[in-house]
């Protein structure tokens, strides 16, 4: 924004001064080498516009363009946006591409002139300003000499180069690992529409807390969502459980609930929730289906009491999960249980304490 602004105050100042008849610096500098290639107003006669700059030469017209491009992409960053219109905010937001192809050429037919390096040692500014208000022909002090003034090279292209370069190559690899073959061993249709998914992916190597992208071509081949693994890294698969929340997970319960359509998955991503066994007691606090990474880090635990992990530190696992409706504890339930028994029968009946609370109500619950 500030960049835009001042473009456009200096445009104002720019035409001004070539409009100007007096013998101000601005004027008499407008008004040099207006017929060769040293000029340093970029508007030439009393008819050029600003607009017409704007809009006819490379800078004037890739500003106005990334400038509307940032515009679009910040109004549809926002919150309201993001949570009802998703896919608004995620293709607008590619205009980054154009944003970023913008700003690489908006510098380069060199309408931002300043006084040649070589002028400069000859005609200084600091010394020979008044000079060029004031001189007259026959003036032979060397401040009367006409400085010479060229572009300034482009260097934007500088700032976004190495940026540029790791995004391509980060593309280049996300496209390569989403088309490794994924194998959707099981599908569980779970109460509350819950659905479950188990696939397996050469070289998939995950860590609890960790989430991927799916993309389900069938329905959308550009659309990716994130979902957090359900699994433990101890599994010879990797889960996620899908609940509905708007178009393309609605579709994607529809569809395997009538074939299993080739899914595509990228990641995983995120940081992991490794931390959580380096303490004796860890509290897990979950909301609706932001349960999901507990699902992994409690299938974890088990397996590294079953392999006697020394890694290892937690004692005692205190879980709060807060559900809108009883369906949806349904299918967490099963893990619980067996989670329950499993540590019964290890002599280890208190290390997990749960507490579920139901936040919707209503009395055909109690029926
Ligand atoms: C890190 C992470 C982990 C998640 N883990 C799970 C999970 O384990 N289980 C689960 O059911 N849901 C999870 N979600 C939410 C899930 O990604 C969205 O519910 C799903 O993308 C909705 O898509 P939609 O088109 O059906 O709904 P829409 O109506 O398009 O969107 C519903 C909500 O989901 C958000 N959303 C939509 N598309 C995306 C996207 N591509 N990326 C990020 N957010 C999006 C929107 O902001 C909106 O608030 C997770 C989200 C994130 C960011």
């Excluded at 299938?299 to 079953?306: G, P, R, V």
């Amino acid at each position: 924004a500030v960049h835009t602004i001042a473009h456009l105050f200096n445009m104002e100042r720019y035409n001004q001064s070539q409009q100007a008849t007096d013998r101000s610096l601005p004027a008499v500098l407008s008004k040099m080498h207006l017929q060769g290639n040293n000029w340093l107003n970029p508007i030439h006669s009393n008819q050029t516009t600003v607009e017409y700059v704007a809009f006819t030469t490379i800078p004037g017209l890739t500003g106005v363009i990334i400038t509307l491009a940032l515009i679009l992409m910040v109004t549809s960053s926002t919150e309201f946006i993001r949570r009802n219109y998703f896919e608004v905010f995620w293709y607008t937001h590619h205009l980054f591409l154009i944003y970023f192809a913008g700003l690489v050429i908006h510098g380069i037919a060199g309408l931002v002139r300043g006084q040649t390096e070589q002028s400069m040692a000859e005609v200084h500014p600091h010394h020979c300003a008044h000079y060029l208000t004031q001189r007259d022909q026959n003036c032979t002090h060397d401040c009367c000499k006409d400085p010479e003034f060229g572009s300034i090279p482009a260097e934007s292209w500088k700032w976004v180069l190495a940026p540029i370069i790791l995004y391509i190559f980060e593309r280049i690899l996300r496209v390569w690992r989403a088309r490794q073959k994924v194998l959707v061993k099981k599908v569980v249709m779970h109460p509350a529409r819950v659905l479950e998914l188990q696939m397996q992916k050469k070289g998939f190597r995950m860590e609890v807390g960790q989430y991927i992208f799916v993309n389900c071509p069938a329905i959308s081949p550009l659309e990716w969502h994130p979902f957090t693994l359900t699994s433990a890294p101890e599994e010879d698969f990797f889960s996620i459980h899908i609940r509905v929340a708007g178009d393309w997970t609605e579709r994607l319960i529809d569809t395997f609930q009538s074939e299993i359509p080739r899914i595509e998955v990228d990641g995983p991503f995120g940081t992991a929730s490794e931390d959580v066994f380096q303490y004796e007691v860890a509290m897990l606090v979950g909301a609706g289906i932001g349960v999901t990474p507990f699902a992994s880090i409690l299938k974890s635990i088990w397996y590294k009491f079953q392999q006697a992990d020394q890694t290892l530190k937690t004692k005692k696992i205190y879980f709060y999960w807060l559900c809108r409706d009883t369906g949806a504890f349904a299918w967490f339930n099963d893990l619980l249980a067996s989670l329950e028994q499993k540590m019964a029968e290890s002599g280890k009946a208190d290390f997990l304490t749960y507490r579920l609370f139901l936040t919707g109500w209503d009395t055909s619950i109690v029926s």
